[in-house]
């Protein structure tokens, strides 16, 4: 069992910065990454970055260069700093635990209870 808690949200203007946190606890064998999604009004969850245990990460190309996923192990916490925080940013942020195989990501039930970020103009 995974237990995910993020943590960061908040309100923030146009140009902004906001640091997400995803506080992990728990383990299953098979699962050897987390990743960072967004749901916005109306729409489905979205993937916009992941992270590995072994550091490889990917970014969906719409935050490359805005939004950086990092991790401290000791912690067992994963970050998402988001810069430069546009208006269309405004969703629930989510991180999930999965796995990465062969340069994809496989996501799991494993949820947290989500953040909302809002973005104003």
């Known amino acids: 069992q995974v237990q995910l808690v993020e943590s960061g949200g908040g309100f923030v203007q146009a140009g902004g910065s906001l640091r997400l946190s995803c506080a992990a606890s728990?383990?299953?064998?098979?699962?050897?990454?987390i990743a960072w999604y967004r749901q916005l009004p109306g729409q489905r969850r979205e993937l916009i970055a992941t992270?590995?245990?072994?550091?490889?990460?990917t970014y969906v190309d719409f935050v490359k260069g805005r939004f950086t996923i990092s991790r401290d192990s000791a912690k067992n916490t994963v970050y998402l700093q988001m810069n430069d925080l546009e208006p269309e940013d405004t969703a629930v942020y989510y991180c999930?635990?999965?796995?990465?195989?062969?340069?994809?990501?496989?996501?799991?039930?494993?949820w947290g209870q989500g953040t909302q970020v809002t973005v104003s103009s």
């Open positions: 992270i590995s245990t072994g550091g490889e990460i």
């Open positions: 999930n635990a999965g796995r990465r195989l062969g340069g994809s990501y496989y996501g799991t039930d494993y």
């Open positions: 728990g383990s299953t064998p098979n699962l050897n990454a």
